[in-house]
């Protein structure tokens, strides 16, 4: 069981919404700070170990920074994101670039910053020496395929686009070998929003076993494995955390294993995203109507541009009422959002205590891949994000759009002179 909890007072949360119009996202820096512990905690045995935050799940500067100042480095997977590293000042091998159907120009980005790159498939290894040269240290992504079950966001590891299959990995070594490469790493990530800690455990029990087989094979010694992200958090109120340091003795008990056994010593990574904030951001919306027909229907001030989950993959985000905690739930209703899409629904047949329009409303573990996903279909504008900061100060990291920022692609200038 988990308790759903929101770090501010029913009052402290109205003054804040007076000061910031709803919808927006507020974050909780010492409960992220708190939680950082306890990941480092899990993982000190190992001396090298390092958490390359998933900048995908949280893109903003000011959570970067305080990431940063945990010594934590960052993973990126696109242009922008390396920018904005390089913008907090997050470079070298602090940055891990683990993209996918990856631009030329990206690579080059990539190798520019030295950060370690992470190649998606054997035939990167070309494409990459053609755009920018091999650097020095280069990572290889593995996808197990049928050796590891699957999992409902990422799907079965067979079926995921991700990765060189073993056979790729034994040659796609040996291939950077010979062309000069001298450092070596090794990632996987097979899950998302995984809880059994059991299955990070197996999976770096076969990553493990696979490095010593190439390690013996082509003759290289790893400096790192990143087991990747995808450490789930309870959404719903009837899950458990996933117990970190049970993952990090298990992983501690295959280290020891197989280093016992020939293979070299090495750092050991992660790329979490979603447990790092997840849990410690909230989405903070104002009840604008309520409609019954068929149904009853609370329509929000917020919507998917706001956070996505729900309408994308089903998921569960758990509801509150802070002005009426104290009430019981007995109104069962859809919690909607203003976009044209029926799926734009942050609950469905949920039970609420019976709210009004100008209720506040607060939608849990939005930490993490909620603002982040954001987009402006539907001329709906991404909102503001807060800190809660260790003092108890409240401030803006980053403003909510206008109606100049969804113009700003568009020349109102050329529309003058535009024959239609
Ligand atoms: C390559 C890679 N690393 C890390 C992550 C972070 O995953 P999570 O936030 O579930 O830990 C993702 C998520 O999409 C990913 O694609």
């Not at 949280?58 to 990126?76: A, E, H, R, S, V």
């Not at 997977?77 to 091998?93: D, R």
């Amino acid at each position: 069981m988990t308790q759903k909890t929101f770090p501010l007072s029913v009052e402290r949360l109205e003054e804040l919404a007076r000061l910031y119009p709803t919808p927006f996202h507020l974050y909780d820096e010492s409960a992220i700070r708190k939680n950082v512990r306890r990941l480092k905690d899990a993982f000190a045995w190992n001396p090298g170990f390092r958490e390359y935050f998933a900048v995908k799940a949280t893109p903003n500067p000011y959570l970067m920074k305080i990431l940063k100042g945990q010594g934590f480095g960052m993973d990126c997977s696109s242009l922008p994101e390396l920018l904005l590293c390089e913008k907090i000042g997050v470079t070298g091998e602090s940055v891990m670039f683990t993209s996918n159907d990856t631009p030329a120009e990206e690579f080059a980005k990539a190798k520019e910053m030295e950060a370690n790159i992470n190649l998606d498939d054997i035939s990167h290894i070309p494409f990459l020496e053609k755009a920018c040269g091999l650097p020095e240290l280069v990572c290889c992504r593995w996808n197990p395929g049928p050796l590891k079950g699957g999992n409902a966001i990422i799907g079965k590891p067979e079926e995921a686009k991700y990765g060189f299959t073993r056979e790729q990995l034994v040659e796609g070594y040996r291939l950077l070998k010979e062309k000069g490469v001298k450092r070596f790493g090794i990632h996987t990530m097979v899950a998302s929003n995984e809880l059994n800690p059991q299955y990070f455990i197996d999976t770096a029990e076969i990553l493990f076993d696979l490095m010593l087989e190439i390690s013996r094979s082509v003759g290289i010694a790893f400096e790192f494995a990143n087991i990747g992200g995808g450490i789930g958090i309870p959404y719903k109120p009837e899950q458990d955390a996933v117990d970190l340091e049970r993952v990090g003795e298990g992983v501690r008990l295959s280290y020891d294993r197989h280093v016992a056994a020939g293979l070299a010593p090495f750092r050991l990574y992660t790329e979490c995203g979603r447990m790092v904030t997840g849990p410690y951001g909230w989405l903070v919306a104002r009840v604008r109507h309520i409609k019954r027909t068929y149904k009853t229907y609370v329509g929000l001030d917020a919507c998917m541009a706001n956070l996505m989950r729900p309408a994308l993959y089903g998921a569960y985000h758990h509801i509150s009422v802070p002005a009426k905690a104290d009430r019981p739930a007995d109104m069962l209703c859809d919690v909607t959002g203003s976009l044209c899409e029926n799926n734009d629904k942050f609950a469905i047949d949920r039970r609420l205590p019976a709210v009004e329009p100008g209720d506040l409303l607060v939608i849990h573990d939005a930490g993490a891949h909620g603002h982040a996903m954001g987009f402006q279909y539907n001329g709906k504008l991404r909102s503001a994000e807060l800190l809660l900061r260790e003092d108890g100060s409240v401030v803006p990291i980053r403003r909510a759009e206008t109606v100049e920022d969804y113009f700003a692609t568009l020349d109102f200038e050329g529309l003058k002179t535009f024959q239609a």
